[in-house]
């Protein structure tokens, strides 16, 4: 395992770097987020030491468990899954970045603890581009009352927006999505200009996501493997 890892590893970013320098995008403004859901702290330790540094966590107690067990100065967690109200605390206290703040209830309750730990946390609002029940986010006629609410927050710092389009083998529909996502970003940071992040793209459409121009792939697959 270890040895297929650093495989994936080098695989992935070769991957970015050729297709950056393809479409003349600097490799820099990229930043790849290892999705280490129920994978055990040992491959998180070993990716970490290969390279990578920020790792995408789905679950609140997973999240609070690999914090705990690997101290380092170099390691940015993001928390990526749904975020229900009684795991607020522990994913406040534990990570670095959350990408999918969408209920003002929320919002208001990541700020209040963040607040009690003199923190401030990194956010980026899901908006649910594929209008899927079976997925969170707020509507794209939503994300801006929720931008604003988030950026009245002390203790959040809104960075940007995270989208999961709806998995399908229709190029246009699959671009039609990626560009509406891109077209609200442009739009978010002409009101605040440092909400720049776009976080979209996964191990099976990271590659249109880059084309598109998001700045953060959510790769776990590629990465670390298929889950058992």
Excluded at 36 to 54: D, T
Excluded at 143 to 156: G, H, P, Q, T, Y
Aim: charge should be negative.
């Amino acid at each position: 395992m270890q040895r297929e890892l650093i495989k994936n590893i080098n695989a992935i970013n070769n991957s970015i770097d050729e297709l950056c320098s393809s479409i003349n995008r600097s490799r820099d403004e990229i930043t790849l987020i290892a999705v280490s859901k129920k994978k055990g702290f040992e491959l998180v330790k070993l990716a970490l030491e290969n390279g990578i540094n920020n790792f995408g966590e789905n679950y609140a107690q997973e999240l609070q468990e690999k914090s705990s067990l690997i101290d380092s100065d170099n390691i940015v967690w993001h928390f990526i899954g749904p975020i229900q109200s009684n795991k607020v605390k522990v994913i406040a206290n534990n990570a670095d970045w959350i990408h999918t703040l969408e209920r003002e209830k929320i919002i208001r309750k990541f700020n209040d603890e963040c607040k009690k730990i003199n923190k401030v946390i990194n956010g980026c609002i899901q908006i649910n581009i594929s209008s899927e029940k079976s997925k969170s986010g707020c509507s794209p006629d939503e994300l801006f009352d929720i931008a604003k609410l988030v950026e009245s927050m002390e203790n959040i710092n809104l960075k940007g927006i995270m989208a999961l389009p709806k998995l399908t083998n229709d190029k246009e529909e699959r671009d039609h999505m990626m560009e509406e996502v891109i077209n609200l970003s442009v739009k978010l940071q002409k009101i605040y200009p440092s909400a720049s992040a776009i976080s979209l793209g996964t191990t099976s459409d990271y590659e249109d996501a880059i084309i598109h121009g998001s700045n953060m792939l959510r790769i776990g697959e590629s990465i670390f493997g298929k889950r058992s």
